[in-house]
């Protein structure tokens, strides 16, 4: 793709004589690709270097600038964009970053007003504050496992934004980091996750459900001030909060369910959030003490599961029924290879089949039948709990209402949405009567909120999480 633009360097003083943009030299055709050089001439030492940088502002109000993307993305030595680079650029909806780029300065994609998606890559390990605010039709965002703190607003002001999955690295989220993220409905933070800043999540007037980790020590002052719409919070071990700010929750007036996992109500931080009662409408909550985090149901047994066996040195794919299966089992999952199982439990499920299917599509304690008729990719008839999620993309408005309505917000494993079973339509009532096992197994993550997608009968489906079976 050639480029509209052409560049002003300015050069390293010393070896490898490195270059950085600091100018556009000349425009030329429609002004709506930007491609940046992976290398260019340093006349005066009379070689080719690598392009390494762009500068301050070099960008900034190019408003017809539409695709701006990275010669040799996967070999190039760029690292960094500079502050305001593309600021105002309100035409730009297209970014594929390059490989190696570590850093993204201070608003150097502010009021990019067309910008739709971003993808990170791996390398990125800082972006400035303000680096995406007011980018208002933005919509989604894939943050890679390397960062490790959102700092001040850099994405305040992003009205379009739904869903936000956070990596499993990131300890911190800094102020206003998602302020006034009007369309926001899901968040889901990692275990990693220590800290939230003031005003992190000001005015998020679509948020309904929040869920807090055990990892979170620090909650800072107004977090989640203004979010109007928020029913349901759960904490799953507020012991661990050692700095809880003030008015954490004001003015977010629709709040009914408060629930306290690992935790009582004579618990010193739990008192002090149930003392916030000017904050939202805590006085008027249901608050539920529900002791260790409940089991999920899972797979019927009689189910096979993708795994890699090891015999005589000899590797292999096999399919494994679930109840053969064992700790340090490999299994394949979607897009992290094969990961060992650390946990793996039963229990009994009494399934009824005079339940018919649709009448009440939030019965969980169900057994469902997908069938090879209905799911192109099975290769025999799979029978899963109604809260066990088959992954989808995409899914209906209709699916998402019900969803939010048994989960309370959309879920997402590997980049699909979490669609129990007993809310899939191409899902019908398993028809025998009784009590029948099923099995529970959660694989090897840093994060142990978060978990897998892996193929249950050649159907990709969710695992538990760690933190589903931790002390069973």
Known sequence: ????YTYTF????SSPFDATITGIDSVSGTEQTA????????SSQGLDVDVVAIGDSVFDGKSLLRTLTFENPT??????????AFEGCSSLVTIEFPESLTSIGYRAFGICTSLETIEFPDSLTSIGTQAFFRCNSLET????????SIGDRVFNNCSSLETIEFPESLTSIGYRAFGFSSNLTSITFPESLTSIGTQAFVSCSSLKTIEFPESLTSIVDNAFYGCSSLETITWYNPNNLTSIGTNIFEDSNSINTVTYYNATSTDENVQTLNNMTSNGNYSLATIIYAGPYPIPRCFKDGTYILCKTIQNDQERLEQLKVQDLKVGTLVKTKYDGFKPIVKIISSVIKNNPNYKHGTNPYNKDQLY???VNRFDDLFEDLVITGSHSILVFPITDKQKEDICGLLGELYVTDHKYRLPACLDERCVVYPEEGDFTIYHFALEKECKLSNYGVFANGLLVETASIFDLEGR
Not at 10 to 13: I, L, M, Q
Not at 35 to 42: A, E, G, L, M
């Open 10 to 13: 300015s050069f390293s003083s």
């Open 1 to 4: 793709m050639p480029s509209d």
């Open 35 to 42: 491609v940046i050089p992976s290398k260019t001439s340093n």
């Open 75 to 84: 070999t190039s030595n760029f690292t960094s964009i500079g502050n305001v």
């Open 369 to 371: 039948t997908c069938s």
């Open 141 to 148: 965002i894939e943050f890679p496992d390397s960062l490790t």
